[in-house]
């Protein structure tokens, strides 16, 4: 006991083995929820693009992010020549240390959150995550090639552009709440008994788009726009440290996502979630039966298509898939029918809730990217800049002032509606100006030498 | 215990990479150790129960500051720039300078009585529920105590940023 050092760490274990192996659960099963979401995203591309993606590997393609896994780790790990081995290094890992890192502060329900409950929350995981750059930066200048430069370049300025709108569009939601603990942000929204989507329409607007710009996703993918950068900063980087930059971005996708669950669409609030608390009985707390339902739903749909699988192991495979359904909605079904489980209706119907929300979130974000071309460099810039920033900026200024109207009238929860919206119509009308003047007089000075440099 | 080993662990880091960003001669390390000079401070915030000033610093100075100065670096010619003399040669008056401020902070300490890292709170999760929100606490102090200084900080801020730009404005 005399060692310092190994006294310290007893101390820490003590305190802090909780977090510790939250966090360790977390590092080891985001690559597979990783996976899986490259998966759906192939899936609903082949879908939109009327074709069927992957469907070599397991039913309906569904152990392919394994074999995808096991494809990446034994691939050749090269390093250029005239690459700076260290950063080389140290790049990819940084990228997905800031990553994980992030999404330490998020809560997924009242009851589970992987840090302790700090004060700063929601700084914290914007904070960190914007960390992430670094990685992309180093990594691009460390390949010494120019492609990979060139992305690198079209990243630190893509995200210095567009952190500025999404933290104005924070601002605007957090002026509501008056805290920026995560819990805080969600109770605030379960008191007020609406979503500050409804009370900050264009912030969430605003965050969306510039939350796309963040994670590098088309429409804004210059940094890595294959049909000019070959693929960007990550062009010299193979195997696994490539990997690592994979699983950075769709961390970082999670972490905007959650980010935008939290505070706009309610956290792990369900619809209408005051209602649950009334006595008695209404019709909306059906609403409860939804999540059981839809796993329901899934099952017998595994269920349906098992006799169709070419093989008996995969016929197992999709019967075991609707098994998982059927337990899940009995996980669900349990807290609303059982009034022992009561207590853990909270925790499991927010975890759903909250899972449900940010998968939609991210849907959204793949339906964009199969929708919309890409965006020119100063396309992208002048978005950011000339339209954005200033949005963003108009709509703090009069959700502050709706506000103190607000508590001038003593007005609450729905009641905020009535000078929330004019706000939001007036920002609107503000958008309308200055895309109007943007019009005018915007276009013939885009093609200038500066914006030139960036293009690749 | 965890307390001193953390506090001598960031110092550590701290003064490390300071005295490494000084020293490399190639750019972008130095900014690597800048970011990580920036960070061990942010942790000896973060000891002393400042959680807002720890994420400030981050946001700002790593994020912010940081990501524009790599993204300036890569723009500069770093081949032109490493045959051009990188250290100032004012040799005596960087000593002078040096000496000056050991002198402070060992008076510092003599006067206190105290190591460094001595005194430090302990992390307790019980006596930290009992301090004021911290981020509430800076805001209090900067609207309530201090709102002058404060706006004139920031209109300060405001000039410097206009004067960027019409000087960035070519003219027409």
Redesign the interface.
Known sequence: MTN??I??TI??LK?FWAPLLCGVAIVAVLPLIVGYIVLVERKLMADMQARLGPMRVGPHGLLQPIADAVKLLIKEDIIPDNA?KL?FW?APVLSVGAALLSLAGLAIGPAFQIA?D???GI??V???S??G??GI??GG?ASNSHYS?MG??RS??Q??SY?TAAGMALVSALLFTG??NIKSIVEAQSNEGIWFVMLAPVAFFTYLVASIAETNRAPFDLPEAESELVSGYMTEFSGFRWSLYFLAEYANMIVVASVATTLFLGGWLRPFSKVHELPGFHLLNLLDFVPVLLMVAIGVYCLQRTPKQPTRVQQMFMFAVAGLCFVLGLVLLVPVVVPIAKPFYAGIHGGFWFILKVSLYIYFFMWLRFTIPRYRFDQLMRLGWHFLIPLSIVNVLLVGVALIAGSYFHLQGWGLLLVTTPAAIITLIVAFLILAIEKEHGAPQDQSAASDFYAG | ??D???FYFFAGTAVASGVLMVTRR?V??SA?FL?TALLATAGIFLQLRA??L??VQ??LY???I???F??VI??VNLDVALQQIQFARQRWVGLFVALALAAQVSFMFWTSGKMPGQGLPV???AAATKLP???EAVARSLFESYLLPFEIASVLLLVAMIGAVVMAKKRA
């Open positions: 310092p050092i006294q310290a101390e820490f305190a700076d950063v140290l302790q700090i004060n700063i700084l914290f914007v904070g960190v914007a960390l750059i670094f930066v180093l200048w430069l690198a370049l630190s300025a995200l210095v952190e805290t920026l | 215990m965890l001193k080993v953390l190639n972008v390390h690597i970011i959680e807002f720890f994420i981050i946001i790593v994020g912010g940081m990501v524009l790599v993204f890569m723009l992390l307790t999760a929100p911290n981020s």
